[in-house]
Nanobody
Framework: QVQLVESGGGLVQPGGSLRLSCAAS????????MSWYRQGPGKERELVAG????????NYGASVKGRFTISRDNVKNSVYLQMNSLKPEDTAIYYC????????WGQGTQVTVSS
């Protein structure tokens, strides 16, 4: 019943931009903090960005701060990740995560940054 479906991934050149979306259903979206995590080839999973349930507070991993922006729409039950100035090291599978007492994870969407 709980679903988190990521979309918007793809191939982009270094310096380019991409916008990821996550559509949530099956739970009370507005009660959950939302996050984006990623795991690149040969790398450990890392937090990319997080946002509180009302959208009032955001936080970012050091490697993406100033380049990425997380946002949410509690009417549409969606969370977004705007990625600018992309670098090859941003290449990873990006996961949407909903967190309250426990967490729900999406299946991920591939982002590849390459020329």
């Amino acid at each position: 019943q709980v679903q988190l479906v990521e979309s918007g991934g793809g191939l982009v050149q270094p310096g380019g931009s991409l916008r990821l979306s996550c559509a949530a259903s099956g739970f009370t979206f507005s009660r959950y903090a939302m996050s984006w995590y990623r795991q690149g080839p040969g790398k450990e999973r890392e937090l990319v960005a997080g946002i509180t349930n009302s959208g009032g507070i955001t936080n970012y991993g050091a490697s993406v701060k100033g380049r990425f922006t997380i946002s949410r729409d509690n009417v549409k039950n969606s969370v977004y990740l705007q990625m600018n100035s992309l670098k090859p090291e941003d290449t990873a599978i990006y996961y949407c995560v909903a967190s309250l007492i426990k967490s729900y994870w999406g299946q991920g969407t591939q982002v590849t940054v390459s020329s």
